[in-house]
Structures are given as C-alpha cells and as structure tokens.
C-alpha cells in the first residue's frame, strides 16, 4: 500500500511540475487517503502539504491554507521538524499572497524560533527576507531595516564559510538585491574584490576597508558612502556617484570618467594614473592627495581645495578651476599657474 502511495506522490509531483495542477490534486488526494490508511503520518504530511501547494498554485488560498495547516498539525504531532518548518513557511507564503501581511509575519516569526537549532543560515536569511518585504509592505520600515540589517550579517557569513563564492551572490541567496537593498549597509572589510555591483544603490553605505579591487562600479550609487582606506585600485567607477564621499586614505587608481566626485574627502587618497576625465570634483577636499600622471582632461575642480596635493605630470588640459584654492601644490608649472589664475584659481 506504501509503495502505491509512494507511486502516486512521485505522478503527482510530475504533473505538478508540468503545470497539471488538477490532475496533480487527483494523484495526491489518492496517495494521502492510503497513507491515512496504512498511518504512516509523515508522508501522510508531505501528501498535505503537496495538495496545499497545488490549490494555491490554482488560486484557491484559503483552500491550500486548510491543508498546510493540516501538515502543521501532524508534524507538530510526531515532532517532524523539517516537516513543520515547510508548513509554517506554507503558510506564511500563502498569506503573504493573498496580501495578508500580519498573518504571515505571526507564521515567519514561529518559524524564524525554529529555524537557527537546525544550523541552517541560508534559511534563516531567507525567512528574514520573507519578514523584511512584509514590514515593507506594512510600511514599518525600521523594522525592516532590523532584517535586512540581519541579512547582511548572515551574507557575511556564507561569504566567510565558502557557502558562496562571492558577496553579490551571498546576497542574492537570502533573497538581497544589491541595486536597491544596501543603503546604508555596513560592508566594512568585507573582501568584495571583482565583486559586480554595477548600477548598485550603497548610498550611506560603510565601505571602510573594503578590498574592492576590480570591482565594477560603473553607475553604482556611493553618495555619502564612508571608503576609508578602501582598495579601489583598477575597480571601474565609470559614471558612478561618489558625491560627498569620504575616500580618505583609500586607494583610488582606478576607472572614473564622468564620475561624480563633488565634495568628497579625497584627503591623502592614492590617484596616481587615475583615469578621471570629465569628472566632476566640485567642493572636494583634495588635500595631500596624489594626481601624479592622472589623467584629468576637463575635470571641473571648481571650489575644491588641493592642500599640498601632487599634480606631477598630471593632464590639466580643460581643467575648470574657477574659485579653487592651490596651497603648496607641487607639479604645477608656471605657465599652469598663469592660466588657472586667469580663470579664477586662488594660489597660496
């Protein structure tokens, strides 16, 4: 009778997968009535929970939730832990479709007592991401912002443990989407070299002492972002917004047209051979800074200070300096000088 059963759960999770939701129904109500017959409870549970999710998969919520809470009460009966976390996450799920958020949030948060004894962060970061949209939804964002802040902890972690090869795909397992999920995230010292974080929203985000050498930036969001002593060298930052950023002491020989340095601490930031044409450095505080060899055909450095920075054999061609204070710079010439001075540079 067992193996019948067993027979007729397999067809029906075949069908399932094809899309055969009624017919999946019809081999899984067969299985579940010979597993109540023969009392095995466990596949009798995972029968319940399979006609569940094929009720839900056909639109009738309130049905698939009669059956996932029946699963429930069996695993909690015969003390089937992995059993009863799939039914809590059921039903969360279900809730969750039928938009009803506080009812969800009570069946994650069961879950989510359970779910640390089992060892398994990949499914705990997953159960928090599943509360974080709800909060969302709810509107209460500082207690999403509690998940996600516990997210990023557990993407560490899978980064640390080798679970995932790199941080952008430790995110994307527990459910973070780096173009809009890291504001403000503290990614301090995390290895994130080659990492793909292209177009990625890390306004406010703490970087301080992040490797990310090679990494691609181009268009990403950095507005306000703390770089201290970050590694950048050869990351591409084309197009990418750093305005307001501190870059101190940060290793910056890198890819950066077009980007948008205005106001940035650049203070004793390593730009050696930097690529920075058309950059727009307005207000930036370039003090001590090394722009030996940097290419910085048309930057506007307008307002900015450079307080003994190093220009030597530094592009200047079209370079806008209206208003920007030079105080023991070296590498100028003086003929530099004298053209900088007639378009409103201060030398002191």
Known sequence: MTSEADLLLRQGISQYQTGEFELALQSWQQAL?????????KREGAALGNLGAAYQALGNIPQ?????????????????????MNALANIGNAYLASAEYVRAIDYWQKLLAIVPAQGDRLQEG???NSLRQAYTSLGELTQARKYQQQQLAIARELLNSAIATDFVSSLEAIG??????LVGADLSQLDLRNASLSRANLEGANLSGADLTLADLSRANLSGACLLRAK??????????????DLSDADLRAILPRVNLSGANLSRTNLTSAYLQNANLQGANLSETLLQQADLHGVDLSQASLNAANLTRAELNAVKVAQTQFIDVVGISAQIKLEFQQQGAIFH
Request: hydrophobic letters at 40%; a negative charge.
């Open 33 to 41: 009535n010979l597993y109540r017959s023969s009392q095995n409870f």
């Open 64 to 84: 698939a939730i009669a059956y996932f809470q029946q699963h429930l009460e069996i695993a909690q009966k015969i003390q089937d832990a992995t059993g009863e």
């Open 126 to 128: 997953q159960i928090l």
């Open 176 to 181: 973070l989407d780096p173009t809009q999920d």
């Open 232 to 245: 950048l060298s050869n990351a591409n930052l084309r197009d990418a917004n750093l305005s307001h950023a």
